[in-house]
């Protein structure tokens, strides 16, 4: 059955309610850099019945597969990313989805993205929609390979990485299918040289494009 339901990524706020919870908006980032917001954060301090986000239950937003968990690495603390195959979109689902145009082949290397590999493989064939669900408080007790659910409870808000408050960090990016990324970090030690080049290609390489959340949670 082809997938054409999205839910909220917080339980209990529904769709028409997540707009005032936004506690930072997505921007675009110019190609090949880190400008820009590529997410939609969630938190707050007070919203109706509502009045604490730590430990708040994150959900899935699409039907998916598993393909990354890790424990508090920065940036993204303790997240998890799922794989949703456009092809297993309905059509009509797929033509609200606005796709990036795609960007030349990257060509860049020094201290900040050492070539060490590369470590992420995918396929030459086939697109998917990539989420990330990050800061969590714990690492999610989900596994790579796992399916999940639209809906499916997969940890708690926190902020782990680099959050200074507790948000969750929604994080959706388009390329090519089935890639393996084993572990992706930045910025602080103890990140290695290949999770240093994962996070480059993931975030900067314009191989995994960054969409706005909004397309699908506002469409």
């Given amino acids: 059955m082809l997938i054409d339901q999205v839910c909220s990524p917080i339980q209990g706020i529904d769709f028409s309610e997540l707009p005032n919870i936004v506690s930072y908006e997505y921007t675009s980032p110019y190609p090949y850099n880190e400008s820009g917001h590529p997410a939609l954060d969630f938190g707050l301090y007070h919203y109706k019945d509502f009045t604490f986000f730590p ?27 799922t794989e949703t195959r456009l092809n297993e979109l309905k059509p009509s689902f797929l033509s609200s ?5 795609p960007l030349p ?20 064939e086939g697109i998917s929609l990539y989420v990330l669900y990050a800061h969590m408080v714990e690492k999610p007790d989900i596994n790579p390979g796992d399916q999940v659910a639209c809906g499916q409870f997969l940890g708690n808000a926190g902020k782990s990485g680099n959050a200074a ?16 990324f084993e572990s992706i970090a930045e910025y602080k030690q103890p990140a290695t040289k290949a999770e240093r080049y994962n996070y480059c290609i993931w975030a900067l390489s314009g191989v995994f494009q960054s969409i706005d959340p909004a397309i699908l949670l506002f469409h």
């Fill in 55 to 81: 430990n708040f239950p994150i959900q899935t937003i699409i039907a998916g597969k598993v393909v990354l968990v890790q424990k508090d690495l920065w940036p993204y603390g303790n997240m998890i990313m």
């Fill in 105 to 124: 082949p990257w060509n860049y290397s020094n201290e900040r993205c050492p070539v060490s590999g590369p470590t992420i493989t995918w396929d030459k």
């Fill in 97 to 101: 989805i606005t796709r990036p145009t």
């Fill in 165 to 180: 408050e507790e948000h969750l960090h929604l994080e959706i990016r388009i390329g090519p299918s089935n890639a393996s």
